[in-house]
């Protein structure tokens, strides 16, 4: 056994008997998860796996699209027309806040938060809401090498209760700040969050952005290689919310969150490292995500 498997087999060890948290229950569906799922999984750029736990089991990707999102926005519009709708300041306020409009511009803060999410998945291109919804999966696939799909009852289950987004989409409508047909982003939104994929997948996905926007297992481009700064500036600065400054202190890797317990970070040119355990702190971060990433991440030399 490699000397990297052996230290994720020991990190899920440790791990695993950590059971605090929450699992996201504000999405009624994703109460279902089981708490002691656990997964790590690293894919370096040279296209080697190395994984343990649950890594087969499937779990709504969540937040942690508003990345890939966030990257193809900038595709459709380049950086300054995309920037002068949505910031790239850090707020320091959770995830979900009703408040993140810019006084002075009215732009949301960043695309990582929810308000800045909403704004950039309503300016995906296409003709008509199915076909904005196939290019985001497209997108997708080529992160993650295989066609994706939605978790329709997660889907639906964030349709009925999504009121606090809801209410955020409301207030950017009202300051100008995203067209008026807003149940459709909101749509799109909350169906972008709920693409299914596994922690493998997730570790493929920071693997191509840690290989220049090229996917190492498919070798196909996903993003152009000029953009994958912009993405992992905005992780570094604002992809674990108001957890984000001691996040980058302590592991110094950009990353993303999502509700669902995944998490995903980046080591450029090396590496994509993911790990999944639904059960969440207050920040909405997996707690055993964060642990093996803060306290793994000074032996993990990959
Ligand atoms: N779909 C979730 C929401 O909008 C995503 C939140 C997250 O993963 N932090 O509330």
């Known amino acids: 056994m490699s000397e ?3 230290l994720l087999e020991s990190l899920h060890q440790t791990y695993q008997q950590q059971d605090a948290g929450q699992l996201a229950c ?15 999984s690293i894919v370096t750029t040279d296209g080697q796996t190395f994984q343990v736990g649950n890594c087969q089991q499937t779990f709504t990707i969540q937040s942690i699209s508003k990345v890939f999102v966030y990257g193809m926005a900038l595709a459709d519009h380049g950086r300054d027309a995309l920037l002068a709708k949505v ?3 850090p707020t320091g306020d959770p995830f979900n806040s009703l408040i993140r409009l810019d006084e002075d511009s009215k732009r ?3 695309p990582m938060i929810n308000a800045g999410a909403i704004a950039t998945t309503s300016l995906i291109q296409g003709n008509g809401p199915t076909e904005r919804l196939n290019r985001l999966l497209e997108m997708f696939r080529r992160y993650v090498g295989h066609e994706v799909f939605i978790d329709m009852p997660v889907f639906m289950s964030e349709r009925d209760t999504g009121h606090r987004n809801r209410a955020i989409a409301h207030l950017m409508l009202n300051f100008g700040m995203i067209d008026k047909n807003i149940d459709e982003a909101l749509d799109l939104y909350f169906q972008q969050c709920s693409v299914l994929v596994n ?10 952005l840690a290989h220049k926007g090229i996917n190492p297992i498919t070798q196909e ?6 953009y994958v700064k912009d993405i992992l500036s905005v992780m570094y600065t604002c992809g674990m919310y108001d957890f984000a400054g001691e996040w980058a202190y302590k592991v110094g890797l950009p990353a993303k969150s999502g509700v669902s317990g995944g998490i995903m970070a980046v080591v450029p040119n090396r590496a994509g490292i993911a790990v999944f355990s639904p059960l969440l702190d207050e920040y909405g971060n997996s707690i055993r995500g964060s642990r093996v990433l803060e306290l793994g991440i000074r032996v993990i030399q990959v």
């Open 26 to 40: 504000y999405i009624p569906e994703l109460c279902k998860a089981d708490p002691n799922w656990f997964a790590i």
């Open 199 to 208: 922690c493998h997948d997730l570790a493929v996905m920071a693997a191509t």
């Open 4 to 6: 990297l498997q052996a």
């Open 221 to 226: 481009r996903a993003v152009e290689s000029g």
């Open 87 to 89: 910031g790239v300041e």
């Open 108 to 110: 949301p803060d960043n």
